[in-house]
C-alpha cells in the first residue's frame, strides 16, 4: 500500500492548504478584515459583474450555501451590494463597492507579495509545466 505522502493528489492537496494558510495568516497580519475566500468571492465578481451566485459558487469552487454565507459577511462589510433583481425577482444583483475595489486593490499586491515568497526558488518552467499538468488533470476530471 503506498504512503501517503508519495501520492501525488496528497502532496497538491498538502501544497494548497499551506498556502492558503500562509496567505491568511498574510491579510491578517497586514490588517487585512478579509479572508482568502472572501478575496476569491469579491476578485470573480469584479472580473465578472453579471455572474449569477449559482455560477459564481461554480468558480470559486464553493457550494451555494457557503458562497451565500460569504456575500452575507461581504454585504455586512459593505464590501459588496445585493438587491433583487428587477428582471428575475428569485435573482440577486451582486456590486462590489467602492470600498470593495479597493480592499481588492490593496490586496492585490500582498497577494503578488505572497505568490513570489511561495514561488520563490522554483524554476519558471517547472511551474509552467506543473501548470499544465494541473490543467490536464481538471480536464481530465471534467470529462
Known sequence: MEKLETIVFYAMDRAIRSYRQYAQQQLKKNDFAITIDQWLVIKCLIENPDVTQVELSERVFKDNASVTRILGLLVKAKFVKRRVSKSD????????????????????????????????????QEIAIAHKVMLAITDNCSR
Do not use: C, K, M, S
Not at 425577482?89 to 451582486?94: I, V
Not at 511561495?118 to 524554476?123: M, S
Open 89 to 124: 425577482r428569485r435573482r440577486f444583483e451582486l456590486t462590489v463597492t467602492e470600498l470593495g475595489h479597493q480592499t481588492i486593490q490593496a490586496v492585490d499586491q500582498l497577494v503578488i507579495r505572497n505568490r513570489a515568497y511561495a514561488l520563490d526558488g522554483i524554476d519558471p
